[in-house]
């Protein structure tokens, strides 16, 4: 067999190698997610209200944290009077819970329209910073809303104990194993890392074993060719 034959099968080798170690990579388990009904009561300046929300929490990977989304499918509370736009702003709490503990900050653009009166207040969707200080699995629940509108101040707490709306494997920034969360400017954007840890360094590990054999099969095939000529 020539030996430009000898290089296009390494090559071809190789490439497939590092394929096999992607898509095994690839394969890692999503985080878990669910959308949890909330059921708030509602401290308002007309009397006390309450509304039932579905909860939705996402998660994207953000430097060394995660930047979170909290999304109110229903609206909670309501005002008597008309509420023009951008009079309504909120923010709320994220409780952190299971390996890491604290809260994370959200905020909200103020309403893009107006808000009829005696109608449900859509609440926009809140965003925040959550950077690790515990590695484990790690939990976070909806927690108190605050709604400031026209001088006054709404307060909602979950009356439920509502179950985590999600649940991510994460590593502490700082190498650590315990701690608490906070708010913190970080870097660009990138794919969310998820999934049990385990499970990934596994996967990992399976992927590198791929790599490997795909080189050891190249190392081996230009010996043999050497040995030939």
Known sequence: MSYRTYQKRTAA???????????????APAARADVVDVNY???TPIGDKSAVSPIDIRSVRSGSGYRLTMTFEKGVSSSPVELGKGAMNPSAVIEVGGADSGTVSVKGPANPEAIPADTPIK?????????PKGTGKVTFTA???TIGALGTTTTCTP???????????????????TGSSQDAPVGGEELPRTGPMDSAVALGTLGGTVLLAGAAG???????NQARG
Do not use: F, H
């Not at 190698?17 to 898509?23: C, F, K, M, Q």
């Not at 009356?159 to 194993?177: I, W």
């Open 218 to 224: 190249v190392l081996w095939l230009t010996r043999r």
């Open 123 to 131: 609440i926009t969707d809140l965003t925040g910073t959550y950077t």
């Open 41 to 43: 009561q509602c401290k």
């Open 143 to 145: 927690g108190v809303l």
């Open 13 to 27: 080798l190789a490439s497939a190698a590092a394929l096999a170690g992607s898509a095994v990579l690839l394969a």
């Open 159 to 177: 009356s439920n104990d509502p179950k985590p709306s999600l649940e991510l494997d994460v590593t502490a920034a700082g190498g650590g194993t």
